[in-house]
């Protein structure tokens, strides 16, 4: 028997799984217009092939919507996605990869150790934040997983049962707050319990920041203390949102005023307690809570597979996505570094993860079946935000020329991510159609 693996159960992983079983189904006559539109021939494809999504969740989880309230909502069965399409799932974790022998050593959750043995592999693991080696680090919440996400809401949640004071342990300033001859209007250390420290001001520090303020002020608003709430966007770069280009600073400027968040560029986080952060210039924020989303790498799988790594720790694909000088290895999602065109490559985003799981599948079932690969071909780069109670954010191409703000922009953005990336339940037939790497999972003109 013949089995296409796919490790990862995120975005890129589903799509990719989907993707190889429409192909062996197309191949057999299976998909309307398949085998016609791929090249294959009918009946080539038997029942000896088969294709095992590798992972040790039981979910996909909706990453790019865990800085929003309810972050344990985001998630659904996998089971409900892939096995309709017939899709089988080992829940383990990928602690080794042989690609001379085409095996992969999994560990499951009772700790038992097993070897798959694969002939076509698909890698999509995804990425991880890169967490901060400082005093302290332990307080930090992100949003980076599932986990990690409703360990943040329910913090959160927490506040309003916390002492008023900050622990005795904190350094003088914050025990008693600042000089007697601060400037009128600088908090002191009694607004700790609902001020709020996002470190990075990238897209998802930019997202968590603005959906703080909703969230922290709904939960002070039973207390009388939403006028309270303090939102600290720190940014180690000279300017705020500098990654998301020059046509975007002055849309997200006017959203962070809108919402009354301040900005610290120029300095990072060094230090944190329970009650309070210290930056780089020396100084301390009085705050509850820090929420650290600066910096992403490939996850730790990636580096189990020889090859060339990026400084991200991606692997290098080619034009078809297989992983550069590795037979029968594909990358897709974060895991790779794809070109798109015009001197770029792909960025950590969902917006490359499904068409690039979408193709990694295709192709990796494509090998098996004498079928032609076809190369990598996105559809133009998009930044989409969601900025809070100020709206959004939609913008296009490398040069980051906005096509919507405000409202609009915020409409979109909700269908996307609410919307479009769901993958469908319960409907094997469904999601073969939609797995078909032609078809656009976001719309090239939103209005």
Not at 242 to 258: D, F, M, N, T, Y
Request: charged share 20%; net charge negative.
């Amino acid at each position: 028997m013949s089995e296409i693996v796919v490790v990862g159960g995120g975005f890129a992983g589903v799509w990719a799984a989907a993707a190889a079983a429409r192909l062996l189904k197309e191949v057999r006559g299976g998909v309307p217009g398949g085998a016609e539109e791929t090249g294959g021939t009918t009946g080539a494809a038997g029942p000896e092939h088969t294709v095992r999504l590798v992972t040790p969740e039981d979910d996909l989880v909706m990453r790019p919507r865990l800085y929003e309230a309810e972050p344990h909502t985001m998630r659904v069965p996998l089971d409900r996605i892939l096995a309709p399409a017939g899709v089988r799932r080992t829940a383990a974790a990928v602690t080794a990869v042989d690609t001379a022998r085409r095996t992969l050593t999994a560990v499951d959750r009772t700790g038992e150790a097993r070897e798959i043995v694969y002939d076509r592999l698909v890698l999509a693991t995804g990425s991880r934040l890169v967490r901060p080696e400082i005093p302290g680090a332990g307080h930090l919440h992100d949003v980076d997983t599932l986990a990690g996400a409703t360990a943040l809401d329910t913090h959160l949640h927490a506040l309003p049962d916390l002492p008023e004071d900050p622990p005795q342990d904190l350094p003088q300033v914050l025990r008693n707050g600042l000089p007697k001859d601060r400037p009128e209007g600088t908090p002191t250390a009694a607004t700790a319990r609902w001020t709020a420290v996002v470190v990075g001001s990238g897209p998802t520090g930019l997202e968590v920041a603005t959906e703080l303020v909703r969230r922290l002020r709904t939960i002070a608003a039973p207390h009388g203390a939403a006028d309270r709430v303090r939102v600290v966007l720190v940014e180690r770069a000279a300017t705020v949102g500098a990654s998301l280009g020059a046509p975007a600073a002055p849309v997200i400027a006017r959203a962070l005023e809108e919402l009354g968040i301040e900005i610290r560029p120029g300095v990072t986080v060094t230090a944190v307690e329970a009650g309070g952060v210290t930056l780089s210039d020396g100084s301390r924020l009085p705050a509850r809570t820090a929420v650290w989303t600066a910096g992403v790498r490939a996850a730790e799988p990636a580096g189990l597979v020889p090859g060339r790594h990026d400084e991200a720790g991606r692997l290098e694909v080619d034009a078809f996505l297989q992983v550069t000088g590795v037979p029968g290895v594909w990358a897709a999602g974060d895991a790779a570094t794809a070109p798109t065109g015009h001197g770029h490559r792909t960025v950590f985003s969902c917006q490359y993860a499904i068409p690039l799981g979408k193709l990694a599948g295709r192709n990796a079932a494509a090998g098996l079946l004498g079928v032609e690969p076809e190369p990598f071909a996105p559809g133009p780069y998009v930044i989409c935000l969601d900025l809070g109670d100020a709206g959004g954010l939609y913008a296009t191409g490398w040069e980051r020329a906005v096509q919507l703000t405000g409202d609009e922009a915020k409409k979109y953005k909700r269908a996307v991510t609410e919307q479009w990336i769901y993958p469908p339940l319960d409907d094997g037939p469904e999601l073969l159609r939609q797995a078909d790497h032609r078809l656009r999972t976001r719309r090239s003109n939103p209005v």
